[in-house]
C-alpha cells in the first residue's frame, strides 16, 4: 500500500510561481512511477506530468511544457511539481498518482492517488 499526500498549494497571481510537494508512505518508493494530474471546475482530469521509477525520465502536457518541471527525490519518498509563469487557466485541484509499473496519461488503473492540492491564479 502506497498513500500520498500533497501539499503546497494556495492562491497566487498570475505569472507566479509554486511547488507542490507528495510525501509517500510506504515501502519501495522508488519503484513506482509517479505522476501529476489535474482537474479543474467543471471538466475532467488531465495528465500534466509524469517521472518514470527507474532512469527519471519525465513527460508533460503540451499546456505546461517549459513551465512545469516534475522532479524526485527517493531518499525523501517525495515527488515534486515546480510551477512557473502560472496562468489562470492552471488553475485546479492537483492530484498526485503513483504506480508500479507505469502512469498512464489517461489516468486509468493507476493504482494510488492523493487527495489533492488546490493551485487557484488569480489574473
Known amino acids: 500500500q502506497v498513500q500520498l499526500v500533497e501539499s503546497g498549494g494556495g492562491l497566487v497571481q498570475t505569472g507566479g510561481s509554486l511547488r507542490l510537494s507528495c510525501a509517500a508512505s510506504g515501502r519501495a518508493f522508488g519503484s513506482y512511477a509517479m505522476g501529476w494530474f489535474r482537474q479543474a471546475p467543471g471538466k475532467e482530469r488531465e495528465f500534466v506530468a509524469v517521472?518514470?521509477?527507474?532512469?527519471?525520465?519525465?513527460a508533460y502536457a503540451d499546456s505546461v511544457k517549459g513551465r512545469f518541471t516534475i522532479s524526485r527525490d527517493n531518499a525523501k519518498s517525495t515527488v515534486y511539481l515546480q510551477m512557473n509563469s502560472l496562468k489562470p487557466e492552471d488553475t485546479a485541484v492537483y492530484y498526485c498518482a503513483a504506480d508500479r509499473l507505469s502512469i498512464p496519461k489517461n489516468g486509468y488503473g493507476i493504482n494510488y492517488w492523493g487527495k489533492g492540492t488546490l493551485v487557484t491564479v488569480s489574473s
Open positions: 517521472i518514470t521509477y527507474n532512469n527519471g525520465s519525465t
